[in-house]
C-alpha cells in the first residue's frame, strides 16, 4: 500500500500536531457515521450535536450536512447506494477523527506515526492509496476533509467535496 505523508510546516508559534489531534476531546457529542459506513446514523449524529441536517441532493451524489448552534458544520457526501465517501469539517474545534473515519482512523494513524519528523505543523495531509486526509486550522477555525478516492462517483472532482 503507498503511503505518501505530507506536512507543512506554517510557524513554530502554531500548534503541534499532537495538539490539534488531542483537540477531538473538545467535540460536542459523537459523530456516528464514518467514512465507508451508511447513512442510518445522519439524525442521531445531529441529535447529539444539537444540530440540524440539512439535505442537499445532486446528480452523482447527496450531501448530508449537520449544523450546529456552536458553528460546527460536518457534511457527509453519499454515492447513490447511500454509503459515505467522502466527510468534511469546519469549525470552531476538531471533530474527533476516529469517528469521522471510522475503520480507516487505523489506516490514518499508521500513516501519521510513519512519518519523518515531529516537527510543528498546523496542516496535515495524509494521502495513501485508499485514504486522503487534509487537515488544518488553528484556535476556533477548523477546517479539513477525508475522502477515500476509490469511492468517489465516476465524473465528480476532490473539488467538489467541500
Do not use: K
Not at 65 to 92: H, S
Amino acid at each position: 500500500m503507498l503511503h505518501n505523508v505530507t506536512m507543512v510546516d506554517r510557524s513554530a508559534r502554531r500548534a503541534p500536531l499532537c495538539v490539534i489531534l488531542g483537540v477531538s476531546a473538545l467535540w460536542v457529542g459523537e459523530a456516528r457515521a464514518s467514512l465507508a459506513g451508511d447513512a442510518a446514523s445522519v439524525l442521531d449524529d445531529a441529535s447529539e450535536l444539537h444540530g440540524v441536517v440539512q439535505a442537499s441532493i445532486l446528480q452523482q451524489f447527496e450531501i448530508q450536512e449537520i449544523v450546529t448552534d456552536n458553528g460546527m458544520r460536518v457534511r457527509e457526501f453519499l454515492n447513490r447506494d447511500g454509503i459515505v465517501f467522502a466527510v468534511t469539517w469546519a469549525g470552531p474545534v476538531m471533530p474527533d477523527l476516529q469517528r469521522l473515519l471510522g475503520a480507516q482512523f487505523a489506516v490514518y494513524t499508521a500513516a501519521l506515526a510513519a512519518r519523518d519528523h515531529l516537527g510543528v505543523h498546523r496542516s496535515v495531509r495524509v494521502a495513501t492509496s485508499g485514504l486522503v486526509v487534509e487537515s488544518d486550522g488553528h484556535l476556533r477555525a477548523y477546517v479539513g476533509r477525508a475522502y477515500l478516492p476509490a469511492m468517489i462517483p465516476i465524473n465528480v472532482s476532490t473539488a467538489e467535496l467541500r
